[in-house]
C-alpha cells in the first residue's frame, strides 16, 4: 500500500459523491432501521423490565446455552443493567445488519460496477486505479459512522451512560467496517457481484457461528469467539466493565483486507475474476430445454452454497443441544420459565433452531425469487418470452424451483440440526423429527416468496419491499419474547404460527392457511405479470 | 396475399413519454420490410409490441394474423427474433442458449443450426459473457435463422457484425426470403437495407412519416445533375423542378449543377440539349440523401 500514489486516487472524490447519490435512498433506510432498533430496544425494554428484580429473571433465562449461541458471551448477567441487557442481546442484531448494509454496498460499487461493464467507461476517464475501491471504502465509511453515531445517540437518549453507549456504537460501526474490508477482498475473487456477496454473507455467517460456539462454551467466551468479528464489540464489555481495545480488532481487519484488496485489485484485468473464463459445452444437456431447466441452472450454484452453509452451520448449533439437556436436568425451574406455554425446554430449543434456519431460508427464498427481477432487467426474459413461451410458465418456473429449494434447505437444515443433535444425547429419531418439524416452515416461507413473488408480478422495481416481510419476521421472531409484544405484533409474522417441535403438535390448521396465503399470492405475482410490460434497462 | 403484420394507428405512451404515436405499418407476406428512423423514433418499441412484450394503449396489431398480446405464445411458434441489445446468460455457452432458444420455442433443428454457426463461423463453446459484441450478435442470429417460422423480427441485427458477417447475413436473409418468409428488419446501415428490402417505412417521434418501395421513396426526392455546357444556361433556372442551381466557371468550359424533381427529369433533359453538353453526369437519390431529409428536423425547409 505504500506504493499507492496521490494520482492511484484521481477522481476519488467524485466517485465518492456519485456513490452517495446513487445511494441516497437505499443508506439512510439501512441507516435509519438501524438506529430504530436501537431507539425501539431502548425505550422498550425498560418498560417491559422496570424493576432490577425483572431484569435478574430475564439474566437467568438468558444464561442457557441456547440463549447464549443466540445473543452473547452474557457479560453483565449477575447485575443485569439495560445497558448490559442492551449489549447482550442486542447488539449482535444490529452488528449484523450493518455488515451486510456494508458487503452490499462495497460489492454494489465495485465488482457489480466491473461486471456490468460500466466501470470499464469509468476507468476509461481521468480516474485513478484505486479511486473506484477507495471511494466505496469511504462511503462504507460514512454509512457506518452514520451507524455508530444513530445507535450511539439511540442510547443516549434512554439515559445510558456517555462513553459505553458510544463505545457501542464504535463497535457496531466498526463491524461493520471489517466485513466491508472482508467484502473489499471477496469481490477480488469472482467475477460475479452476486458471488462477492455471497462469499461476504458466508464469511457472516461463520463469524456468527465462531461466537455462538465460544460463546457457550464457556462465560464470556472462549478463543473461538475472539475468532469473530460479530463478538467485539460484546467483548468490549461496554456497560459492564468496559476495555476499548477489543474493537481495535476490528480496524486491524480493515487495514489487512484492505490492503490485500488493494494488491490484487491492480494485478488484475479490469472487470476479470481470480479464475480464468473457461469453455464449456456447445450443445446444451437435455435438462435446458424448459424454463424450470433454465431456472435450475441459473441457481444451481448459489442452492448448492446455501446447503453447504446452512448444513455446516446446523450441525454444531443442533450440537449444542446437549447443553440444552444438560441445563435442564440440572435445574427444572429453568425449564419452566424457558417457555410461557409449558413446552418441553428441548423442543423449545429444537423449535427456536427450526424458526432460526427457517428464517435464513426465507431470505434465500427472496433472493430466489428477486432472481425473476434480474432475470428480466438482463434482457433475458425478453429473449425467452420471445419464444413460444407463456408468461404464466415462466413465472411458475421460477416460483417453483423457489418452492422445492426452499424445501430441500429446510430438510437439510433440519438434518444438520438432528445430527448435531444426536450425536450427543439425543437418539437418532430426532434426525428425522428436525428434518419434518424444519419442513413444517415451508408454508411461512412461501408466504414470503408469494409477497416478493406478487411484488415481482405488480412491477419489479418493488419486488425488493418483500425484504421488509424477512425483515419483521426476523425481528420479531428473535426479539418478540424479549420486548413482550402483544400477540398480534408477533403474529403477523408468517413463521409465528410453526411450532416445529414435537412433531405431534404441528399446528395443521395454520399452516394450511398459510399454503394458501401463498398461493394467492403467487396467483396475483402471474395474473399481473400477465398483464404488465416487460421491463427491459 | 394477407399481410404477415399489420399496425394501424398504434399509440404506447411510457408514463409522460409519447413512445408510439399512431403508427402504421405493413409487411406483406414473403416480403422483406426496412424499418428505419432516427434513434428513439420507436422502433424497438413497436417491436416489443409486436412480441407481445409490451401492451399498446391503442390501435389495432395483428402478427399473422393473430394479436400479439393475446395469442403470445402460439404465435412465437411461427416467428423469430433478434433484440438489438443481445445479453446472454452470463453463465451459459452460446451454444447451450442457441438450444435453450430453440428448444423453447419448439423444434429445434440441429443440421441447420449446425450449418449457420459455421457459416457464422461461431464457436459455440464460449461462456456468454465472454463473447465480443458481434458475437453476441451472432448467437441471437444462430438461434433465430436456425428456426423454422414465418417472420423474422430483427432490430438492428447486424450493428456488430464485421462486413464479412454482414454478407453472410444477407446471404441468409436472402434464403429465407426465398423461402417464403416474411422479414422485418430495423437497422440504420442504408446500403443493408437498399441491399435486402423490398419496401422500407421510415419512422419518426413514433409515426411513419414515409412508405413504400425504395423506387417509390426515391420518386420522392430529387436527382442531382452535373454537366459541362457551351453556352449559359439561363433558362433553366426559370423551369419548374429544377433547384439549387450552381455555377462552376472557373475553368475553360462552364459547368453547372443542380437538382431536379424526378417528375420534372423529361422536360429538364429536353431543355438541356439546347445549351450544348459536353459530359452529363446524372447522381441517382442515395438512401443516405433520402433519410437525412426525413431524419432532419428541417423537413419544411428542405422543400423551398
Ligand atoms: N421502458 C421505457 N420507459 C420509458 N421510456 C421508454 C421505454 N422504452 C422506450 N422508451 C422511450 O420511447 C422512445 C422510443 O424508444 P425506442 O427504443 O423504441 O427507439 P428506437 O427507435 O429503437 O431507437 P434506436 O434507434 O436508438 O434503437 C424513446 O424516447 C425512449 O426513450
Ligand atoms: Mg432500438
Same mark, same amino acid.
Given at each position: ?277 473457461? *469453455? #464449456?459445452? +456447445?450443445?446444451? %444437456?437435455?435438462?435446458? &430445454? $424448459?424454463?424450470?431447466? @433454465? !431456472? ?122 438432528? *445430527? #448435531?443433535? +444426536?450425536?450427543? %444425547?439425543?437418539?437418532? &429419531? $430426532?434426525?428425522?423429527? @428436525? !428434518? ?102 | ?304
Amino acid at each position: 500500500m505504500n506504493s499507492v500514489m496521490n494520482e492511484d486516487l484521481t477522481a476519488t472524490g467524485t466517485l465518492v459523491r456519485f456513490a452517495l447519490r446513487r445511494d441516497r435512498v437505499k443508506l439512510p433506510i439501512w441507516i435509519g432501521a438501524i438506529g430504530l432498533g436501537m431507539l425501539y430496544a431502548v425505550s422498550a425494554l425498560p418498560t417491559v423490565y422496570s424493576t432490577p428484580a425483572e431484569r435478574q429473571v430475564r439474566a437467568g433465562l438468558m444464561d442457557s446455552p441456547a440463549a447464549k449461541m443466540m445473543s452473547g458471551p452474557g457479560y453483565g448477567l449477575d447485575n443485569y443493567t439495560l445497558g448490559a441487557m442492551i449489549t447482550n442481546e442486542m447488539v449482535l442484531y444490529l452488528a449484523i445488519p450493518a455488515a451486510m448494509m456494508s458487503i452490499f454496498l462495497i460489492t454494489r460499487h465495485t465488482r457489480a460496477e466491473e461486471e456490468t461493464g460500466r466501470a470499464e467507461l469509468i476507468r476509461s476517464t481521468v480516474v485513478g486505479r484505486y479511486a473506484a475501491t477507495t471511494a466505496a471504502l469511504i462511503v462504507a465509511v460514512i454509512a457506518n459512522t452514520g451507524v455508530a453515531l444513530l445507535t450511539a445517540l439511540a442510547m443516549l437518549s434512554g439515559d445510558l451512560p456517555a462513553t459505553d453507549s458510544f463505545a457501542v456504537g464504535a463497535g457496531i460501526g466498526l463491524t461493520g467496517l471489517s466485513f466491508a474490508g472482508i467484502a473489499v477482498v471477496t469481490s477480488q475473487l469472482t467475477e460475479h457481484s452476486r458471488a462477492a456477496s455471497s462469499l461476504a454473507m458466508a464469511a457472516v455467517g461463520a463469524a456468527f457461528l465462531l461466537r455462538a460456539i465460544g460463546d457457550v462454551s464457556r462465560p464470556g467466551g472462549n478463543l473461538l469467539s475472539w475468532l469473530s468479528p460479530l463478538a467485539w464489540t460484546q467483548q468490549a464489555r461496554p456497560f459492564v466493565d468496559l476495555r476499548w481495545w477489543p474493537l481495535l480488532l476490528s480496524v486491524a481487519v480493515l487495514v489487512v483486507t484492505v490492503a490485500i484488496g488493494y494488491a490484487v485489485s491492480v494485478r488484475r484485468d479490469v472487470g476479470a475474476g481470480l479464475l480464468p473464463p473457461r *469453455l #464449456g459445452r +456447445a450443445e446444451a %444437456a437435455p435438462s435446458l &430445454s $424448459t424454463p424450470f431447466g @433454465l !431456472a435450475v441452472r441459473q441457481q444451481r450454484a448459489g442452492l448448492i452454497g446455501w446447503a453447504i452453509g446452512l448444513f455446516v452451520f446446523a450441525v454444531p448449533m443442533g450440537s449444542l443441544s446437549d447443553s440444552v439437556i444438560d441445563a435442564v436436568a440440572d435445574n427444572p425451574q429453568l425449564g419452566e420459565v424457558f417457555t410461557a406455554n409449558g413446552q418441553d425446554p428441548v423442543d423449545a430449543f429444537y423449535s427456536t433452531m427450526a424458526l432460526f434456519f427457517a428464517l435464513l431460508v426465507g431470505a434465500f427464498a427472496v433472493i430466489s425469487v428477486l432472481r425473476l427481477r434480474s432475470e428480466e432487467r438482463t434482457g433475458h426474459t425478453e429473449a425467452a418470452l420471445a419464444t413460444s413461451v407463456a408468461r404464466r410458465h415462466w413465472f411458475f418456473a421460477w416460483v417453483g424451483f423457489t418452492t422445492l429449494a426452499s424445501a430441500a434447505l429446510l430438510m437439510i437444515s433440519g438434518v444438520g440440526v438432528g *445430527l #448435531g443433535a +444426536a450425536s450427543g %444425547a439425543a437418539g437418532p &429419531s $430426532t434426525i428425522a423429527e @428436525l !428434518a419434518f418439524g424444519t419442513l413444517a416452515f415451508l408454508p411461512a416461507v412461501m408466504v414470503v416468496a408469494g409477497v416478493a413473488a406478487a411484488l415481482f408480478g405488480v412491477r419489479p422495481s418493488v419486488s425488493a419491499l418483500a425484504w421488509i416481510v424477512v425483515g419483521y419476521a426476523v425481528f420479531f421472531g428473535m426479539f418478540g419474547a424479549l420486548l413482550d409484544l402483544p400477540d398480534w405484533i408477533k403474529d403477523l409474522s408468517p413463521f409465528a404460527h410453526t411450532t416445529a417441535a414435537p412433531l405431534a403438535d404441528l399446528p395443521v390448521v395454520p399452516l394450511l392457511v398459510l399454503t394458501g396465503l401463498a398461493a394467492g399470492l403467487a396467483l396475483v405475482g402471474s395474473t399481473t405479470f400477465r398483464h404488465r410490460d416487460i421491463e427491459t434497462t | 396475399m394477407p399481410a404477415a403484420l399489420e399496425i394501424s394507428q398504434l399509440h404506447k405512451s411510457f408514463g409522460q413519454v409519447k413512445a408510439l404515436d399512431g403508427l402504421d405499418l405493413s409487411v406483406p407476406t414473403g416480403q422483406v420490410a426496412g424499418f428505419l428512423g432516427p434513434n428513439g423514433a420507436g422502433k424497438s418499441t413497436t417491436i416489443r409490441v409486436l412480441l407481445g412484450l409490451l401492451r399498446a394503449d391503442s390501435g389495432d396489431v395483428s402478427v399473422l394474423g393473430k394479436h400479439p398480446w393475446i395469442d403470445a405464445v402460439a404465435l412465437h411458434r411461427r416467428l423469430a427474433y433478434v433484440p438489438g441489445d443481445v445479453s446472454l446468460w452470463p453463465n451459459l455457452t452460446g451454444g447451450e442458449a442457441i438450444d435453450l432458444l430453440s428448444r423453447l420455442r419448439g423444434g429445434p433443428d440441429k443440421a441447420r443450426k449446425n450449418e449457420l454457426l459455421e457459416r457464422f463461423e461461431l464457436d459455440p463453446t464460449k461462456k456468454g459473457r465472454t463473447y465480443s459484441k458481434g458475437n453476441r450478435q451472432k448467437v441471437a442470429l444462430v438461434a433465430a435463422l436456425a428456426a423454422d417460422v414465418e417472420l423474422l423480427v430483427l432490430d438492428e441485427p447486424t450493428s456488430g457484425l464485421d462486413p464479412l458477417m454482414e454478407t453472410v447475413f444477407q446471404d441468409c436473409i436472402g434464403e429465407a426470403k426465398k423461402a417464403g418468409r416474411a422479414v422485418l428488419l430495423s437497422s440504420h446501415i442504408l446500403a443493408e437495407v437498399e441491399k435486402l428490402c423490398d419496401t422500407v417505412t421510415i419512422i419518426r417521434n413514433g409515426r411513419a412519416v414515409q412508405s413504400g418501395t425504395l423506387a417509390e421513396l426515391r420518386h420522392l426526392t430529387r436527382t442531382t445533375i452535373t454537366a459541362t455546357l457551351d453556352h449559359q444556361p439561363a433558362a433553366l433556372a426559370a423551369l419548374g423542378g429544377v433547384h439549387d442551381l450552381r455555377y462552376d466557371d472557373s475553368q475553360a468550359t462552364l459547368a453547372v449543377t443542380f437538382d431536379v424533381d424526378a417528375d420534372e427529369m423529361p422536360a429538364v433533359i429536353r431543355q438541356l440539349g439546347q445549351f450544348g453538353v459536353r459530359t452529363l453526369h446524372s447522381a441517382p437519390p442515395s438512401l443516405e440523401q433520402l433519410f437525412l431529409r426525413q431524419y432532419g428536423d428541417d423537413l419544411v425547409g428542405a422543400d423551398s
